[in-house]
């Protein structure tokens, strides 16, 4: 499905059209339902979905993870499917077992130590990860070394593929964009609080104007050619909703470091409520190198929002039949770069008063564009 279409019909305006015109005991029954689905969902996280939204919210990278947490192999199952790896199908577990390979022997070419006979062990590769999750010790940290190290190679040989398909940027576009599409409406029909789904394409013209506006970006740079706006009804339902894309959409080590933008949701509150699920403490909230924050000049101060950037797993036969026999040793697998924005029904509409706006955002894009082009006395712009 091409992104500039959308077959989920959420629209934040019609919710709140709709709201409006139930009466108090529909909408007070409907909160306490919304409040009831997201302590479920909640109820149901585990040591590693709670990493999975630090890791997302702060922007940092798993390469810095010195311990995973998984607790069950039903999870590892999970999360490599979000991978796009089906345990069950025989290609793709020996698409596994390459990358486990390669790694082992990056490990043991660049460092003097023996690598221990379980971390070696490639008949059951789920059995890797709940190690890399064991209590520390030597095969713990050689466990979680060496899945770093297949990340690094699946991540670099995903990118490679994609120079060697003979497929369009459009292509990988609408091939995402219809993964995104099938997911939302899942977690519709799931009953978490999307109230909106907005999917949109940079145009050529919008993309010019970004490059021209920020002197340090470059093409390659540009995350955002395909974005989402999720709305959601409630502040509360931010994270739950954030808990339910990783499990299911992109695994968290494929989100994009550095580049988590996050106004809305304070870190510290946000720290206790998912500690809150959990009688044992987990890993510092800020484990790993310190990220800096992206900044966009061109954003008012007052505009509110998550956003992060992931590079979604796509299944090479979502774009064409069949792939080359001279590719299959990249894998299965591309990663398209794409941008998740997330807010609250509130905050959205907070956001288009006054300099929040898109409109005001977007007359000081363009005013820093004609700055640079023209100098001092541009030219005026013709009305848009």
Request: charged share 25%; hydrophobic share 40%; proline share 5%.
């Amino acid at each position: 499905m091409s992104v500039n279409e959308v077959n989920i019909q959420l629209d934040a305006t019609t919710a709140t059209a709709l709201e409006l015109a139930a009466g108090p005991l529909q909408i007070h029954e409907r909160a306490a339902a919304d409040a009831a689905r997201r302590e479920a969902l909640l109820g149901t996280m585990t040591p590693v979905d709670a990493r999975a939204i630090r890791s997302l919210l702060s922007g940092r990278s798993v390469i810095d993870w010195r311990r995973l947490s998984f607790n069950e192999r039903d999870e590892v199952v999970r999360f490599l499917d979000a991978n796009g790896f089906d345990v069950h199908r025989p290609l793709e577990l020996g698409r596994l077992r390459e990358l486990h390979r390669r790694a082992l022997e990056y490990v043991a070419a660049t460092w003097d130590l023996p690598i221990p006979a379980t971390v070696r062990d490639d008949r059951d590769l789920c059995q890797l990860f709940l190690l890399a999750s064991a209590p520390g010790g030597d095969e713990q940290r050689a466990a979680c070394v060496v899945l770093k190290v297949m990340h690094v190679i699946n991540h670099l040989e995903a990118r490679r593929l994609i120079h060697h398909l003979n497929v369009s940027e459009r292509a990988l576009y609408d091939a995402a964009g219809s993964k995104v599409d099938e997911f939302v409406q899942r977690m519709h029909r799931d009953g978490l609080g999307v109230i909106g789904y907005v999917p949109s394409k940079k145009t050529d013209h919008s993309l010019v104007t970004k490059l021209i506006s920020k002197p340090r970006v470059t093409a390659a740079q540009i995350f955002d050619k395909l974005r989402f706006r999720l709305t959601t009804r409630e502040r509360a339902d931010i994270v739950p909703v954030i808990l339910w894309l990783t499990r299911h959409l992109f695994p968290f080590n494929h989100v994009v470091p550095g580049e988590t933008h996050n106004t809305i949701l304070d870190e510290e509150a946000l720290a206790r409520t998912v500690d809150s699920h959990f009688a044992d403490s987990l890993p510092l909230w800020d484990e790993g190198s310190d990220i800096e924050e992206p900044n966009n000049p061109m954003t008012s101060d007052r505009f509110r929002m998550v956003n992060f950037v992931v590079e979604l797993p796509v299944r090479v036969s979502r774009i064409r039949h069949e792939l080359p026999q001279r590719l299959d040793h990249l894998g299965h697998v591309v990663l398209v770069a794409l941008e998740f924005q997330l807010f609250d029904r509130a905050t959205a509409e907070d956001n288009e008063r006054g300099d929040s706006s898109h409109a005001a955002y977007k007359q000081r894009q363009l005013d820093t564009v004609s700055r640079r082009l023209w100098g001092a006395g541009p030219p005026p712009m013709r009305p848009r």
